[in-house]
């Protein structure tokens, strides 16, 4: 079934809303649907581009971003973050691990402290992929830059930047029970 555009309200995203400690929260949610979807989930394609899935994608900038040396990680590490984002169980995660061993990605060993333990390291490829997701996404991203002025574009780095902190390190974030 189409939904016509009248039945649709126009997007209130928080531009000409009263920005302040009181009404921060609600134009923050009114914000986070356009930005997490449209935005988030456009720029993770632009991550992943043709070949790669959304959790090869995850996972490559985890390894990228969080890894020794921006390449080397504990599978057991990996396996939380990608289970918190996507709800993934450990035999799911095996499987995009091994799929990504065998596009020669990653390189899955033994860890040097326990045999049952692996450590997830990328190959040259996976660094290269990387390489081609930054590129990639950098571009369309600079479509965006484009059409913003350098103060916005400081006062948004700020304050994702800021907001990411205190998630990630400040707060704890329980998943609320189903009701």
């Known amino acids: 079934m189409k939904v016509a555009d009248s039945e649709i309200d126009a997007p209130q995203l928080g531009r000409g809303h009263p920005a302040d400690s009181d009404s921060a929260p609600l134009s923050f949610l009114k914000l986070f649907y356009p930005f997490h979807y449209a935005v988030g989930m456009t720029v993770e394609k632009h991550l992943a581009g043709n070949s790669l899935s959304r959790h090869q994608t995850v996972i490559l900038w985890i390894l990228k971003s969080k890894g020794r040396n921006g390449r080397t990680l504990p599978r057991k590490i990996i396996a939380q973050m990608v289970k918190a984002w996507y709800n993934l169980g450990n035999p799911a995660i095996s499987k995009v691990l091994r799929k990504m061993a065998q596009q020669?990605?990653?390189?899955?060993?033994?860890?040097?402290?326990s045999?049952?333990?692996?450590?997830?390291?990328?190959?040259?490829?996976?660094?290269a992929t990387i390489n081609e997701m930054i590129a990639r996404t950098e571009n369309f991203i600079t479509q965006i830059s484009d059409k913003l002025t350098d103060a916005q574009?400081?006062?948004?780095?700020?304050?994702?930047?800021?907001?990411?902190?205190?998630?990630?390190?400040e707060l704890e974030s329980p998943v609320p029970s189903r009701v």
Do not use: P, Q
């Open 153 to 169: 574009i400081l006062n948004g780095m700020d304050f994702i930047e800021r907001v990411g902190e205190i998630v990630e390190f």
């Open 115 to 127: 045999r049952r333990e692996k450590c997830i390291s990328l190959t040259d490829t996976g660094a």
């Open 104 to 113: 020669e990605l990653i390189a899955i060993e033994e860890s040097a402290n």
